[in-house]
């Protein structure tokens, strides 16, 4: 299969014969916009499914505004079936993830298709021949588009939303991914918890004993150029063992820090220091995907109104949190788990005061112990799983 033109199909016959199956790449803004709105096609009748804004979805795959593509290329296609959408796919090589790694992987993502076998395997396909061609060996996915984004396939807890930069699927995506030779990488975890829980006992004790060395203190808006910096160096420091871990770029978290500071509030970002050295921190923001819903994806004419009255007056009654991270040299000792749940705890006593009833906490390593046997104490349950896929490219 060659990725870089049309791939044609003739399965899946009607009434009136064959009807082609095509795979295209994606070349122009008529393509894009297309190739943005074939969510909404497949899952349109998920009560569930919320569809992203579509501006912020044309930034994100923009190489001029999203800084991933300093240290990434990639190609995206559509799946056509006669003149309808069908489905999609992207294929991403991450030269950060090549140099860390050395392990000759591409990743797949933004992969939405109807339940037929065929357009899963000419999807894939397209994207493992692209990923081959430029030198891969192994195939993991879904990414969003990189590790720091959107990241696995869920493949439990289709009965909700998904919240803000976590996707969404239906359970036959899984399915089909496996019958195409995928098999199961790693799991993470999406964790829900009620802003109002009461302190365990032992994270009482255990914050006690850590606020005799550390203060908890809100990211300083004055500065918050510098501040961003510092928690990019904490995270990158904290989650520098993890499975699978790309470091955030300057580039990126300047980024980030341009969307915090629309979405976010200087209290619900809040920062752990241990006799002044910042030692962790935890970002949440409320849950954009809640005030974005029945939108469709469109800000005009009225939809920005009424998106930042939903914001600034209602306020969201969900919240996540997406970035968390302690220092590794205080992660096995006693001082970790206090840290971790003095940010915590500061940050869900503001969220508690906006009127949020459910926080999640996402994502979570299935195989991170210690971080959820913390959320676990205070109540949190896991209630979404989100799988990452691999395959050999032979």
Known sequence: MQSS????????????????????????????????RIPDIILEADPAWITPLSFERRMHFSGRMNPYFQHARWQKWIAWRGQRAVGRISAQVDQLHLERYRDAT???????????EETFNALLGTAEQWLRDQ????????????????????????????????????????????????????????????PDFPEPTVMQRLAAQVGKRASVRQVNPKCFGDEMSLLRDIFNDAWSENWGFVPFTDAEFREMGHALRFLSMPDLIQIAE??????????????????????????????????????????????RVPLMGVRRKFQNTRLGPGLAFLVINAVRAQLHKRGAKDIELSWILEDNAGMRSIIELIGGRAYKRYRVYERQLS
Not at 106 to 116: K, W
Not at 289 to 312: D, M, S
């Open 274 to 319: 241990v006799e002044g050295e910042a030692a962790a921190f935890v970002v949440a923001v409320p849950n954009i995907n809640e005030a974005i819903r029945g939108l469709g994806g469109k800000l005009f004419p009225t939809g920005w109104l009424k998106l930042l009255w939903r914001l600034k007056v209602r306020h969201p009654q969900t919240a």
């Open 135 to 194: 030198g891969m060996q192994r195939v993991r996915g879904p990414f969003n588009l990189s590790i720091n984004d959107e990241t696995g396939l869920l493949v439990e807890g289709f009965d909700t939303p998904p919240m803000l930069m976590m996707g969404h699927a239906r359970p036959y995506y899984g399915e089909h991914l496996e019958r195409c030779g995928y098999r199961k990488e790693k799991d993470m975890l999406a964790y829900m918890i009620a």
């Open 5 to 36: 033109r049309e791939q044609t199909s003739e399965m899946n016959p009607t009434p009136d014969g064959p009807v082609p199956l095509r795979i295209v790449p994606v070349t122009g803004n008529a393509d894009l916009k297309q190739f943005i």
């Open 106 to 116: 591409g990743f797949f993502g933004m992969l939405d298709a109807e339940d037929q």
